[in-house]
């Protein structure tokens, strides 16, 4: 069984995740069952479908498991881009946080393309 806290990836997915986190108690309260409530469930999907697949006996399952979290970054992408022009985020933040997410998709093909 793999841990999933050796995994650079896991750690850069945590830390988007807190970011993520902390950004988002800032947007309108409108918004916490919709944009806040996909970005953080979205965010958080990197990390545990890391963790998960890490569990799993093969690495076939564990490289769809990232296939998943890199699923789930992608559409993180998408929110911050959205979160950016709706005036939610703040150009320095969200050029901040687009590229920790576009090094956190990269880090994961790397790794699916090594299994």
Not at 19 to 29: D, W
Not at 43 to 53: T, Y
Not at 61 to 73: N, P, V, Y
């Amino acid at each position: 069984m793999r841990d999933y806290r050796k995994y650079k990836v896991w750690e850069l997915g945590h830390e988007v995740t807190l970011e993520i986190y902390r950004l988002t108690r800032s947007f309108p309260k409108e918004e916490m069952y919709g944009m806040v409530s996909q970005m953080r469930r979205a965010s958080s999907s990197v990390p545990a479908n890391i963790a998960e697949g890490c569990g799993r006996e093969s690495d076939a399952e564990f490289r769809r498991f990232l296939i998943i979290a890199q699923g789930s970054a992608n559409e993180l992408e998408y929110f911050t881009v959205l979160a950016k022009d709706l005036r939610y985020l703040e150009t320095p933040f969200f050029s901040n946080l687009n590229d920790k997410v576009d090094k956190l998709r990269r880090s994961l093909n790397s790794l699916i393309t090594k299994l």
